[in-house]
């Protein structure tokens, strides 16, 4: 790891993810870059006086944000060089953009999550940052550092364990010395042995030379909400899991796990966005899993 991206706004949050993002660089003698976007809407009916004032006004604006960026990097005491970098574009874009043409490795991004309406119909940066950026994406929702990063939860889906995904994880886990707590949620409509299960995902690991691991299963309706409760039972540090990056409608109609976790998490997340060419490893207890699954017929109650 040696390019960290830090998107910021220059509030609290942005601090809290910069301090976290700079812990990393120092330990993994790593190169920061901050980020902010001062984008522009352009409307057509609208009348400008000149093409020059536009052009002066944005560069006015810029050279401020510049200046902002070189206050808000002087609160922070590190022996680092950080690099600022004020974008034309939208924040997303940006990151999109950056991530795959520079070459990042990590992006560190501030989060206070969102709720209700304004999850439905706008979400968060920080969630499509996840699903945008081509590098592995931190989102930090409060005061974190790496020293406090004991226990680590690596939530999986047992049909889309990928080799990559479990490579990241043991280089996680061995530059931060954390404890991994891997995590199946098994649903209603889960159908596999338990014990073939965990016996399996054990000997995979193993595989990728994690040895300070367990292994826990828990039953839940919901996915994100068995995460979120094992999260707090077992006193996690952070939670490391994949993501699929849907788009269009697919994400729409049926979201994302790891996004919704970055939502409503108080933790840091750790997500790293699976590669839509590369194969699930096949496991024999899905494959050879039969039987029923375990939902019941709902009634509907009428007067």
């Known amino acids: 790891m040696k390019k960290i991206l830090v998107p910021v706004d220059f509030s609290e949050v942005s601090a809290h993810a910069t301090r976290f993002a700079i812990e990393l660089a120092e330990k993994f003698e790593a190169e920061i870059t901050l980020l902010n976007s001062v984008h522009f809407d352009y409307y057509p009916d609208h009348q400008f006086t000149s093409f020059t004032g536009v052009q002066t006004m944005m560069e ?17 005491d590190t022996r680092l060089k950080i690099r600022t970098e004020v974008n034309g574009v939208y924040l997303v874009t940006a990151v999109k953009e950056m991530t795959a043409k520079e070459g990042f490795d990590l992006v560190v991004i501030g989060t206070t999550g969102s709720s209700g309406i304004a999850e439905v119909l706008v979400g968060s940066n920080t969630e499509k940052i996840v699903r945008n950026a081509s590098c592995p994406v931190i989102s930090v929702p409060a005061k974190a550092s790496i020293k406090q990063i004991k226990r680590i939860l690596v939530p999986i889906d047992i049909r889309e364990l990928k080799h990559s995904f479990l490579e990241q994880v043991a280089y996680l886990q061995e530059k931060l010395g954390a404890r991994l707590e891997f995590l199946w949620v098994k649903t209603p409509h889960n159908i596999e042995n338990e014990e073939q ?4 995902i054990g000997q995979l690991i193993k595989g990728h ?12 309706v919901f996915p994100s909400d068995g995460i979120l409760s094992r999260a707090e039972d077992s006193h996690a540090d952070m939670i ?7 788009r269009g409608i697919s ?3 049926s979201g994302s796990l790891t996004e919704d976790t ?11 966005k699976l590669d839509r060419k590369e194969k699930a490893v096949k496991l024999d207890s ?8 375990e939902y019941k017929k709902i009634e509907v109650l009428t007067d």
Not at 209 to 220: G, L, P, Q, R, Y
Not at 264 to 269: D, Y
């Open 60 to 76: 006015d604006v810029r050279n401020a944000m510049y200046q902002k960026m070189n206050e808000f990097v002087a609160q922070f």
């Open 197 to 200: 299960v965990s016996e399996e």
């Open 209 to 220: 030379h994690i040895a300070d691991f367990e292994f826990t299963i828990v039953k839940h």
């Open 240 to 246: 490391a899991m994949p993501t699929h990056a849907r």
């Open 251 to 253: 994400h729409w109609l």
């Open 262 to 272: 970055v939502n409503h998490i108080k933790i840091p997340v750790w997500s790293f």
């Open 286 to 293: 899905v494959s050879n899993a039969h039987g029923k699954a």
